[in-house]
Structure formats: C-alpha cells, structure tokens
C-alpha cells in the first residue's frame, strides 16, 4: 500500500503524517512526522519489508474499538514483577484493544492502591499515560477530533455504555 504526502500512517506505534517521498539510492523512502514530536524527521522506505507501518483505522473501526471497551479484559493476577514486562510488550505489539487493556488495568491497580491508602504507582501511571497517548492520537485522526475531544468522546461513550 503506497501512501501520498499527507496522509497519516502508524509507524512502530506512532501517528506520523508523511511530509514528503524521497529517492535516495533507488530506493523510495516516506520522510514521516511524528504528531507527538514534529520536530522529528523519519525516513522509512516505502517497501515496508519489516512491517512497520499500517494505515490508521477508519472512523468505523474507530467507533467499533470504542463499543467494545466494555469488553476487554483487564491483566488479571499481575504482581508488579511481571507488570511491568507485560505492559512493555501489550505497548510494542501495536493493537489498539491491547492500549485499552493497559489503560483499564493501569486505571484500576491505581483506584485499588488509593482505596487501600497507598500512593499510586509510577509504573501503572507511566504506561496508563503512554498508552493513552498512543490510542487517542490515532482514533483522534480516525474521528476527525482534536485529541482532547477524542479522549473526551470515548470517556462520555463508555459513560453511556455503563448505564
């Protein structure tokens, strides 16, 4: 699948818009920028041989993840040994139901810790906030919505499913 300047893609994990097609050796290359750091240049060949890069969901599948939230299980059993080694790959393997099981999980170790007046954990925060980063970005490009709206919308949406 070949993509044209402007079109956003997923690279690795991040939302990037591609600013530009280089030639360099006979070889096509996606000068790609990250929408979390647009001071970064990537340069990526268009062959995608190692798979990295994926079109960003449409708007429907985007909707679809958002109706499902409900139902994505949360890591359970997960002593603080193997959390973070677990959240590590959920983070790397770029599937977004699996950002939605981080977020859950992340949020209620945490509720549970402040419930039984201990401090929250930096690690449950540190990969709540990446995950949530990596989710929103990429349904806000779907939505046609700024990322705080996004996150907003899916917050009031699983709001409307619970009740």
């Not at 647009?38 to 990295?52: C, E, F, H, R």
């Amino acid at each position: 699948m070949m993509f044209n300047v402007n079109d956003y893609l997923v690279y690795k994990r991040d939302v990037c818009q591609v600013k530009g097609i280089k030639e360099i050796n006979n070889e096509k290359y996606y000068a790609l920028m990250p929408l979390r750091d647009k001071s970064l240049s990537i340069l990526v060949p268009t062959n995608n041989k190692m798979g990295y890069i994926r079109k960003i969901i449409s708007k429907e599948e985007a909707e679809e993840l958002i109706n499902s939230i409900l139902d994505v299980d949360v890591l359970d059993n997960m002593d603080d040994k193997y959390i973070d080694k677990t959240y590590k790959e959920l983070i790397n393997n770029g599937n977004l139901k699996d950002l939605i099981r981080i977020i859950k999980t992340a949020y209620l170790r945490n509720e549970n810790r402040l419930k039984s007046n201990k401090k929250v954990s930096d690690k449950d925060k540190s990969y709540f906030d990446m995950a949530e980063e990596y989710l929103y970005t990429e349904m806000s490009i779907a939505l046609g919505k700024s990322y705080e709206d996004t996150k907003n919308y899916v917050i009031s949406s699983v709001d409307k499913l619970v009740r």
